[in-house]
């Protein structure tokens, strides 16, 4: 706008000087008027910077917390370890057991059938149609069936009680905790080997299996004479009882806990009649 | 009921055997001992109205000579470790055996007791007394001071 033009305005060209110089700037400065004004223009804006950062938030923040989160596992893991361990280790025998029964059922089958296609298939039908032999090993086997006569579980080391249960007048249940325990450490003392862990004595017509876990032992004195496959059953159902009946805080102190296993221990373990039967029938 | 394990330690021929005798009635032989090196016997008494069950581990061998297996050790909660009053050399290895006892059983209750008092006069005793400072003086012949010794274990144990 020439100057001029606008003779009323002359006590302001300083004015109209401004209006010309600074048009540029005032145009802006309404630009972004209404952008700030107006919802939308500043959503637009705004918004995209919003989310840059929420996303970037959400990258970083399992790196800045996991070390606390993983600090705070550790401390609770360290806290009671001899708890976690306690629950862990009968998972983690029934798996490896289990893994070892697939792999022995496994090579079982893979020998039937190469029997089966083989002659000696019909020489195996021929002799045990013939009954003998393993009906009277049955027999004999079925006079002397073993039986579980007393439980104990006990505390590695001191040699506690922590509950029991017998069909039998038992001498005192501590003391033989106490020995047995000693025994124990004896044998892993005087043959070093490694981890290597006392499983069976034998005394006079008693067999005594040992099942360790970490804090505990399973110790059961069975009458009469187990076969490996027995030894194996009873394994067996002393990780179901520990699965089942220990997975808990584990105190010697602990009278409620010394009550419930005497009660499982004989339900379990003294109830069923004759050990093997299962064991035959499962081989027939 | 509660039950604690406690063991017997220190030089050959002290008398740890003989102060269990003393206190616990009998249950296995002591064939155990030399068979497989350790007995348990077992008492049970009375704390305050409470029963308190005493497993008690006599092991044959000494500490310091690294016979005993570490085994025997663990889970204990008080350890009697005995000298022979008559023989000062059963004291010899007092200091560093006690230190071995609290490395594997940190916190355990440890109690000195010097056996055989019968056999020392009492001027012989005041200056053992100052040089190994025992918890106990006892005799596990005449029965002095036994039940006391394991009477004040077990209220110990139940308040620990
Ligand atoms: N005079 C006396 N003899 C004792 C005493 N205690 C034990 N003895 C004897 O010392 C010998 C060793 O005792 P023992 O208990 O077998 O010692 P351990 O090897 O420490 O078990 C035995 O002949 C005991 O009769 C005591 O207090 N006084
Ligand atoms: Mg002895």
């Known amino acids: ?284 | 009921m509660t039950s604690r394990k406690v063991l017997i330690t220190g030089s050959f021929a002290v008398g740890k055997t003989s102060l269990f005798h003393r206190f616990v009635y009998n249950t296995f032989s002591d064939q155990y001992l030399t068979t497989i090196g350790v007995k348990v016997d077992k008492r049970v008494v009375d704390v305050s109205g409470e029963p308190l069950s005493l497993i008690l581990w006599d092991i044959a061998g000494e500490v310091s000579q690294k016979k005993v297996p570490k085994t025997y050790f663990l889970g204990a909660s008080a350890v009697i470790y005995v000298f022979d009053l008559s023989r000062k050399q059963t004291a010899d290895n007092l200091k560093s055996d006690l230190k071995l006892i609290q490395k594997i059983l940190p916190g355990c209750l440890i109690k000195v007791v010097g056996n055989k008092k019968d056999l020392v006069s009492e001027e012989e005793l005041i200056i053992l007394e100052r040089t190994h400072n025992p918890d106990f003086l006892t005799s596990a012949k005449t029965g002095e001071n036994v039940e006391t010794l394991f009477m004040e274990i077990a209220s110990e144990l139940v308040s620990y």
Do not use: C, W
Request: aromatic share 6%; glycine share 4%; no cysteine.
């Open chain 1, 1 to 284: 706008m020439p100057v001029s033009q606008q003779p009323e305005h002359q006590s302001d060209p300083l004015q109209q000087l401004r209006n010309i110089l600074l048009r540029p700037e005032q145009e802006r400065i309404t630009h972004i008027h209404n952008i700030l004004e107006e919802k939308e223009p500043l959503a637009e804006r705004v918004v995209p910077i919003i989310e840059e950062q929420l996303s970037e938030f959400e990258a970083h923040f399992p790196k800045a917390y996991q070390l606390a989160v993983d600090r705070l596992v550790e401390r609770k893991i360290r806290e009671s370890q001899e708890e976690m361990i306690d629950m862990l280790y009968p998972v983690m025998g029934t798996m490896i057991r289990k893994y070892i029964a697939q792999q022995l059922q496994e090579l079982r089958e893979s020998v039937e059938q190469q029997l089966e296609r083989s002659f000696l298939a019909r020489l195996r039908d021929r002799f045990f149609r013939a009954g003998g032999v393993r009906e009277a090993d049955l027999v004999l086997r079925n006079a002397a069936l073993p039986r579980v006569r007393e439980a104990y579980i006990i505390e590695q080391h001191s040699g506690l009680l922590l509950g029991s249960a017998s069909t039998q007048e038992v001498v005192d249940k501590e003391l033989i905790a106490g020995m047995l325990t000693a025994i124990k450490s004896f044998v892993v003392d005087a043959f070093r080997r490694g981890t290597t862990q006392l499983e069976l004595i034998e005394y006079a017509g008693y067999q005594i299996l040992i099942r360790d876990f970490h804090t505990y032992y399973v110790a059961l004195a069975v009458e009469g004479k187990m076969t490996t496959k027995e030894q194996e059953q009873l394994s067996g159902q002393i990780a179901t009882f520990v699965q089942n009946e220990l997975a808990r805080k584990i105190r010697a102190d602990d009278a409620s806990l010394h009550l419930h296993l005497g009660k499982t221990l004989k339900e379990y373990f003294m109830k069923t009649t004759p050990l093997s039967t299962e064991a035959i029938q499962g081989q027939l």
